[in-house]
């Protein structure tokens, strides 16, 4: 068992990505177990809010007949509408006072998988002093992954929680750790 409160120091962050209800059981783009994530991260969630760390929350936030959806010829099922139930949050997912809601796949022409496409969201980072962010959510073979991706790339540490991460596919989680561990990222068990 993981002891966040003994692992998380200064400079670090938490990001939660997209822990929403549509990849969750019951959503249109359910992952399995997607709903398992969310005791874990509370608990990291409560650790860095009780350390004064930064806490943000990334959530996929699609308009209607955006190009990610089968019936544009996308990959995916529509999922994460706007200002729908299936976009919100986990009803059991903490999110605490002064938390950062990081908005992503508004673009009319193309998805964003990644918080850091065209976010600004590095920057908000190094403003808030982060040096280390410390990784969970959904899904881990996609937006987790080129999140994490991205985070090597703009120079930040990453400890992912793979605890608190699902995959779409298995076969894609295990892609998805051999990739970020050859970027560099810590993967926690
Ligand atoms: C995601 C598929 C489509 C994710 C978002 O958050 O991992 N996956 N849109
Ligand atoms: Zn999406």
């Not at 003994?6 to 783009?29: A, H, I, R, Y």
């Not at 998988?113 to 073979?141: H, P, Q």
Request: aromatic share 6%; proline share 7%; hydrophobic share 40%.
């Amino acid at each position: 068992m993981l002891q966040p409160a003994k692992m998380l120091q200064e400079g670090d962050g938490l990001l939660v990505v997209d822990v929403q209800n549509d990849f969750c059981p019951g959503g249109t783009l359910a992952i399995e177990g997607g709903d398992e994530v969310v005791p874990v991260l509370n608990s990291w969630i409560q650790a860095a809010r009780e350390r004064g760390l930064p806490v943000y929350l990334s959530r996929d936030w699609h308009p209607k007949g955006h190009p990610s959806f089968s019936p544009q010829q996308g990959p995916w099922p529509v999922h994460c509408l706007q200002d729908t139930e299936g976009a919100a949050f986990h009803p059991d997912l903490m999110v605490p006072e002064g938390s950062v809601v990081v908005t992503k796949g508004v673009r009319f022409d193309q998805d964003q998988l990644s918080v850091f496409d065209e976010t600004g969201f590095s920057a908000k980072l190094r403003r808030d002093g982060v040096r280390r962010l410390w990784i969970g959510g959904l899904a881990l073979d996609v937006c987790v992954m080129e999140s994490a991706m991205d985070a090597r790339r703009e120079g930040f540490e990453v400890c992912l929680l793979l605890p608190a991460c699902r995959p779409v596919t298995r076969e894609g989680g295990e892609k998805a750790l051999d990739r970020l561990r050859r970027m560099g990222a810590e993967v926690i068990n």
